[in-house]
Each structure stands twice: as structure tokens, then as C-alpha cells.
């Protein structure tokens, strides 16, 4: 018996809106067998997972602070991926953004109103810009892969990041922990709520917003996913690859960064060596879960967020590893994968050398 | 033992790991197939390694295990790549991600224990020669493996028909599934061999680099490893001369910070990243030199019309 794929005479509509939703039942699955396998109570544990997240209003604040800048990097990839522009650095350039972002309130304390804020958003949304520059330059001027080059710099950036952290941006009042200063003020983001909730989940909202209408209504939109799917059609329409290369960098680096300097100046308060638990990479799965598509990220943002929590439940609830949040999100990352062949192809599955003749046709 | 003497071995046990990796994946993108997941499978062989060495207290099985788990983790990524035709860069980061994640669950409770290490050769009389013995034949099994695989890889790639095959295979699939020849299975069997190397990559960092297991102890390596692929322009002699290079930077860094030269140990350890870098954008500056030797189609799905 063997499994092929029979290309579909156009793109399945139900599909592509249904691949995603099967994709996580198939996720939620594998988690119910791997927790039988760990001894527990598969229903009960998945309850703890993924529903528990979304049942008490401060786990749902919670909820926002985490997909926030899930979606904000989300969206930005989303245009990437779209264009085939392989920005695997997001974790990269949300450090740098941090690291930009923090300039001003670590440096200049006593600056604590109001167009602080303003600037430290600014500031980090163009330290993730400029750090993103790097791989499209490479890219652009030398045709250099921006896969391994983006990928390259994360691991520089948190370097970078660590160098000032423990050296000259430690805080000396600080017992010497390897962490900055406080911020204070408007060096904080306004929060809602509780008080966890902060601005950044606001910006998510606009970016999503803004790509969106931009990805379905403008012309750009449109140059996107025409150099993404046919780069010579693009060609002969006159769009430069190379400025989709740009845009699309500076775009994705600097939305990285705005979630980095939020993540500082919102949820810790204070520059600390690790700023994200991985967010660059989750928002990877996000942009694929989401369909590449804006919205869609949204969604798929709240989702991933939802296992971020569950991984924190589950380590106090079930007292298993907060690790297995990562090993979700890498199943149901194949799992997106795996059924987005359902769009194009149909499977079938052939059951001996007979069958295969006749289906030959 | 003299100072130049340890720096050699030193040397040999930073490339060991890329050489490893990148031979493997070498062949898997001859074939036209471009695995990103090396560092996930790679990792994975890591601990796989490492649990089996642990508990049976045998190295030999824990570099059996990790084999076997990076073929398995390449696996995976044949069915998807494959078998569904799914985007190969984005199956490979899922690969990527799901290693990470996977080896961090697995060695959580192995974290720092002291691991089996993977025993040097000692020939008598050999290994006693000063300077040269410890060097040519002081090193374990895993060494002496990664040049054999070089040079084994680089005779089956230019001499033989199943290298044939294998390059035509990446070159056009569509001439050779014309000429009968099954893709698919040419590329899955390329894949396998690419996750097997990938294991013993990952082992030997458990079981020889540091015997013990901490979590993402691949530390970009098995990037470094697709990079060095590019450097290499997919011909494997040149494999060998890459990861050497690497590993001599590295080390180089290594003993700079020793020094304690003034320079922040952080510059020191971003050397391998940013020479990465350098290294990829010399050659992917001379385009005839990468163009002539790029499989065509790699990265691109086939799916056979019936």
C-alpha cells in the first residue's frame, strides 16, 4: 500500500481554511496519546493545557501579554514568507530592538515623560529595522543567502545583548545580577486591566490592522504575493525583487524589534539576558498556522500564547516539564505543513501494482 | 604534552561535529533536497545519545542510538518533503524546532549527570610516538569515521553510478524520473543517510566534545554545518577543509579568551557566527563558482505524475 498525491485542478477554498483547524486537532491528539504515554490522564491534562488558559479573566490577560508579540513578529513574517523571503532571524532582531529601545531610559534615567515612551518605540522598532538590514544587504549586494545569515545573527545579537547586560549596562545598584536598571515613568508601557496587559498588545492590533489592508488592498499587497508566487511574472511587471527583499527585512526587523523593546519596557520592566522565551521562532508557526495571512496570524497568535500558558500550568498542575509547550508547537507546526498538501493535492492511497495501473490512466 | 600538540586536538574536536553534519547534509542536497533541520536532528542525536550511553553504560550503543534517532528525525522530514511535497525550508525549520524542543524534554532529567565517555584509540607503541601518536592514532572511533565518510562520499559522488544517479536526481528530476529512475526513493535514501550523520554529529558532542548533556548544546552547529555545505560548493573534499577551518577559528577564539587578551569573552564567542557570515558572503560573491556546482533543483518538490 502506498500513499500519492493528485494534484487538484485549483487551490481547494475548504481546505485552506480547514487545513489549519485539522492541524491542531491532529496536535491536540498527539498531545492526549504523549500524555497517556507520561502516565497522565489525557483528558485531564489537556483541559489543564489548553482550555484552563482560557477559563479565569487574569489567565486571559495573561493570554494577551503573550500572543501580543506573537502577532506582532507574526504579521511581519507573514509578509516575508509570502514574498519567499526566509526571515528566520525575528529572535535576532526582537534583541535588538530591546537592546535599542532600552538605550535611552538606561542612559538617560531622569527622562521619565511622556515622549520617552514614544522614542524607546521608535528606537526599538528601528534597532530590529537595522538589524534586519544586515541579511537583505548581504542579500541584495551579494546574493547571500538571507536564511543562514539571519539565523547567524541571532545567536550575535544575544551576545551582543549579554555583553551589556553584565558590562556596562548592569545596574550598579543591583547586587551585581545581571540586569539593568529599572524604568520608570513613561519608560514603562501604559498597562490595562490587572496591570499586565500593556500597550504592545495595542500596537499588535494596528499592525495587524495596517498589514492587512495593505496585503489585501493596495498595490503592494499585491507586488507581494506576486513576486512570493511567479518572481519572473513579477519581473516582467516591473517589481524589483530586490526592493521586495528590502521591504520585506525592514518590515518583519522592525515589528521584531517594537515586540523586543515592548517585551522590556512592558511584562519585566528592566533589561535582563533572556528577553523572550523564543517568540522570534513560535512566530514562525504563527505566520504558517495564521495562513500567512494578517488576520489569520491573529488568531494563530492567541493560540500559540495559549500554549506558552499551558506549559506554565502544566509544570505547576501536572508537574511535567514546561518544555513540552515546545514540542507542541514543533508538532503542530508539521502538522500545518502536512495538511496544507490537502490544498493542492489529493491523497490517495493505492493499494497494490493493479490499483496503480488502473489509476494510471 | 606541548602546547602546539593540544591545540591540534583541541582543533580536531571542534570540526569533528561540522564535519560530521555537513558531509551528510552534502548529499542530501546533492540529491535536491535542502534540509534545514540539522541542528534538530542533530541535537536530538545528541541526547538520544547520550540517555542510551547513560543507562547502559555503553558508548558504543549511545552512538548506535543517536544514529538511530537522527535517521528517524530525518524521516519525519522525508514523509513531509516527500511523501506530502511540502516547502522544504519550512518543514526544515519545523524539524529544527520540534529537535529543540523534543531534546530538551528528553534530557531534562539528565541535565549535568556525568555522562560515558567515548574511549580514544590506544595502539601500543603507535599512540606512544610522540607529537604524531596522539594525533594520528590517539583519536576515538567518531574521528577517524568523519574521514572516512569524507573520502567515501566523495569516491561514491564522482566515480560511481549510484553518485550518478544521486546528482542526477538533484540536477533535474524530471529527466531522471523519465529515465525511470525513482526520485523519491533516491532522495529518501539521501535524507536517511543525511540524519544518520547528523546523529553521530550530535553524538559525538555528548559522548566525546563534553560528555554530558545541556540543553541546546548544538549551539548553532548544525547551521554552521549548512553553511559550510555552501563554502564547500557541494563537493565534499572541500567539506574537510571547511570544517578544519572553522574549528581552527573556534579554537583560536577559545585560547584568546584564555589569554585573556582584553577582548569581552561575548566577541570571542560570536567568532563562528560572524566568519559564517564573512565566509558565506565571499562565496556567494563569485557566482559561476557557486553556480556551477548548485543541484538545480534543490529545494524544489517533485511530485510524480502517474
Known amino acids: 500500500m502506498r500513499l500519492v498525491l493528485e494534484r487538484r485542478a485549483e487551490r481547494s477554498r475548504l481546505m485552506t481554511w480547514l487545513s489549519p483547524v485539522l492541524a491542531v486537532a491532529l496536535t491536540l491528539l498527539a498531545g492526549a496519546v504523549i500524555f497517556s504515554l507520561m502516565g497522565l490522564d489525557p483528558a485531564h491534562a489537556l483541559y489543564v493545557y489548553f482550555l484552563e488558559p482560557v477559563l479565569w479573566w487574569w489567565s486571559l490577560e495573561e493570554l494577551v501579554v503573550k500572543a501580543a508579540p506573537l502577532v506582532l513578529i507574526g504579521v511581519g513574517l507573514a509578509v516575508c514568507f509570502r514574498a519567499n523571503v526566509w526571515n528566520i532571524g525575528a529572535e535576532g532582531q526582537l534583541t535588538m530592538g530591546a537592546l535599542f529601545g532600552s538605550a535611552l531610559p538606561i542612559l538617560w534615567h531622569e527622562f521619565q515623560s511622556f515622549p520617552v515612551m514614544v522614542l524607546m518605540l521608535m528606537m526599538g522598532a528601528l534597532g530590529g529595522a537595522l538589524y534586519a538590514a544586515i541579511p537583505a544587504y548581504l542579500r541584495t549586494r551579494f546574493g547571500t543567502n538571507e536564511i543562514l545569515t539571519s539565523l547567524m545573527l541571532v545567536y550575535v545579537a544575544q551576545l551582543i545583548a549579554d555583553w551589556f547586560i553584565r558590562g556596562p549596562w548592569r545596574d550598579p545598584q543591583g547586587f551585581n545580577f545581571p540586569k539593568s536598571v529599572q524604568f520608570e515613568g513613561w519608560q514603562l508601557l501604559p498597562t490595562f486591566g490587572d496591570g499586565r496587559m500593556h500597550l504592545g498588545a495595542g500596537l499588535a492590533l494596528v499592525a495587524v490592522v495596517v498589514l492587512y489592508v495593505l496585503m489585501s488592498r493596495t498595490l503592494k499587497g499585491f507586488e507581494v504575493r506576486v513576486v512570493g508566487t511567479a518572481p519572473r511574472a513579477g519581473t516582467f511587471a516591473g517589481f524589483s525583487s530586490k526592493r521586495m527583499v528590502w521591504f520585506c527585512l525592514l518590515l518583519s526587523g522592525g515589528l521584531a524589534g517594537l515586540a523586543g523593546i515592548c517585551e522590556v519596557a512592558g511584562p519585566s520592566g528592566h533589561l535582563q539576558p533572556a528577553i523572550s522565551p523564543g517568540y522570534g521562532f513560535t512566530a514562525i508557526i504563527v505566520a504558517f498556522l495564521g495562513r500567512l495571512n494578517p488576520a489569520g496570524v491573529l488568531v494563530a497568535g492567541v493560540m500559540l500564547g495559549i500554549s506558552y500558558l499551558g506549559g506554565e500550568a502544566a509544570q505547576i498542575d501536572l508537574g511535567i516539564s514546561d518544555k513540552t509547550a515546545q514540542v507542541f508547537q514543533g508538532i503542530l507546526l508539521f502538522f500545518i505543513l502536512a495538511c496544507d498538501t490537502l490544498i493542492l493535492y489529493r491523497i490517495r492511497l493505492l493499494r497494490s501494482q493493479t490499483a496503480y495501473g488502473d489509476a494510471g490512466r | ?306
Request: hydrophobic share 55%; net charge neutral; with cysteine.
Open chain 2, 1 to 306: 604534552m606541548t602546547g602546539l600538540e593540544a591545540v591540534i586536538l583541541t582543533i580536531i574536536t571542534a570540526s569533528t561535529p561540522l564535519l560530521l553534519a555537513a558531509i551528510g547534509e552534502l548529499v542530501v542536497e546533492r540529491s535536491g533536497v535542502l534540509n534545514l533541520g540539522v541542528e534538530g536532528m542533530m541535537v536530538v542525536g545528541a541526547v538520544c545519545g547520550f540517555v542510551a550511553a547513560y543507562t547502559t553504560g555503553s558508548a558504543a550503543l549511545g552512538v548506535l542510538a543517536a544514529v538511530l534517532a537522527g535517521m528517524a528525525m530525518s524521516l519525519l522530514f522525508g514523509f513531509l518533503t516527500q511523501t506530502l511535497a511540502t516547502n522544504q525550508v519550512a518543514s526544515g525549520l519545523a524539524l529544527t524546532l520540534l529537535g529543540l524542543g523534543l531534546s530538551g524534554l528528553i534530557g531534562e532529567s539528565f541535565t549535568g549527570l556525568p555522562g560515558v565517555t567515548l574511549q580514544p584509540f590506544d595502539i601500543p607503541v603507535l599512540t606512544d610516538i610522540p607529537f604524531f601518536g596522539p594525533i594520528l592514532f590517539g583519536q576515538d572511533v567518531l574521528v577517524y569515521t568523519s574521514f572516512l565518510l569524507v573520502f567515501a562520499v566523495s569516491y561514491v559522488m564522482t566515480r560511481t553510478r549510484i553518485g550518478l544517479v544521486i546528482r542526477a536526481v538533484g540536477d533535474n528530476h524530471d529527466s531522471a524520473h523519465a529515465l525511470g529512475y525513482n526520485v523519491l526513493a533516491v532522495r529518501y535514501g539521501c535524507i536517511l543517510f543525511g540524519g544518520a550523520c547528523a546523529g553521530l554529529a550530535g553524538a559525538y558532542l555528548s559522548l566525546s566534545y563534553t560528555p554530558q548533556w545541556v540543553e541546546n548544546m548544538t549551539s548553532g552547529r548544525g547551521w554552521i554545518a549548512l553553511a559550510l555545505v555552501v563554502f564547500a560548493t557541494w563537493i565534499a573534499r572541500r567539506v574537510l577543509v571547511g570544517a578544519y577551518l572553522f574549528g581552527t577559528v573556534w579554537i583560536m577564539g577559545l585560547y584568546a579568551q584564555g589569554l585573556g587578551i582584553g577582548i569581552p569573552s561575548q566577541v570571542l564567542s560570536s567568532f563562528p557566527y560572524l566568519i559564517t557570515i564573512l565566509v558565506l558572503v565571499l562565496i556567494s560573491r563569485n557566482r559561476t563558482l557557486t553556480k556551477i556546482n548548485t543541484p538545480a533543483c534543490i529545494g524544489r518538490t517533485f511530485v510524480p505524475d502517474r
